[in-house]
T-cell receptor, first 110, second 112 residues
Framework: RKEVEQDPGPFNVPEGATVAFNCTYS??????FFWYRQDCRKEPKLLMS???SGNEDGRFTAQLNRASQYISLLIRDSKLSDSATYLC???????????FGRGTSLIVHP | EAGVAQSPRYKIIEKRQSVAFWCNPI?????LYWYQQILGQGPKLLIQ????????DSQLPKDRFSAERLKGVDSTLKIQPAKLEDSAVYLC??????????FGPGTRLLVL
């Protein structure tokens, strides 16, 4: 089993739709979690941190389920500009060693 | 605030040649990471530094890859000799607190 798994998609949704991605992780001792966005031929950019209590930033909501070992990202009212690859990152071990998922591709169409 | 700087942005070499990449992290960031990203995959951690010490290099192919971070600031990643399968984007990232990372623009390497 891979340490961090994501459905690669692509998720193809119309503008205005709500879409959700999950990311599962195998190390129960993982300590911190993040979502990154990566546009084609660009570097990953931090989208948001994922806290145990969940967090929301505008149209984006991230949640952590430690019992089932997954994190989720919900995007409401999708925009064309949300089209990108969404990467989850799980930090584990005493030194917060990061492991990336392979990314989920989102395509928002008119 | 200046971001993470990397050079060169692009590099084309022939197999068995050597290549080096340079990274300057965000000022004050103690943690520096080098990743390899192959098309269609997520970034794979090669090495993580905390100041000038190595935290993790378990996925660094040490027979051909080396990295150093002298003085705990800039870092270089070297490949010698390069193989065709080393064609990828090499990303450098830095972090203030071992958590959220900020990436440089990457170096696109093509090995012919």
């Amino acid at each position: 089993r891979k340490e961090v798994e994501q459905d690669p998609g692509p998720f193809n949704v119309p503008e205005g739709a709500t879409v959700a991605f999950n990311c599962t992780y195998s190390n129960s001792a993982s300590q911190s979690f993040f979502w990154y966005r990566q546009d084609c031929r660009k570097e990953p950019k931090l989208l948001m941190s994922v806290y145990s209590s969940g967090n929301e930033d505008g149209r984006f909501t991230a949640q952590l389920n430690r019992a089932s070992q997954y994190i989720s990202l919900l995007i409401r009212d999708s925009k064309l500009s949300d089209s990108a690859t969404y990467l989850c990152v799980v930090n584990g071990g005493g030194s917060y060693i990061p492991t990336f998922g392979r990314g989920t591709s989102l395509i928002v169409h008119p | 605030e200046a971001g993470v700087a990397q050079s060169p942005r692009y590099k084309i070499i022939e197999k068995r040649q050597s290549v080096a990449f340079w990274c300057n992290p965000i000022s004050g960031h103690a943690t520096l990471y080098w990743y390899q990203q192959i098309l269609g995959q997520g970034p794979k951690l090669l090495i993580q530094f905390q100041n000038n010490g190595v935290v993790d290099d378990s996925q660094l192919p040490k027979d051909r890859f080396s990295a150093e971070r002298l003085k705990g600031v800039d870092s270089t990643l070297k490949i010698q000799p390069a193989k065709l399968e080393d064609s990828a984007v090499y990303l450098c990232a830095s972090s203030l607190d071992n958590r959220a990372q900020y990436f440089g623009p990457g170096t696109r390497l093509l090995v012919l």
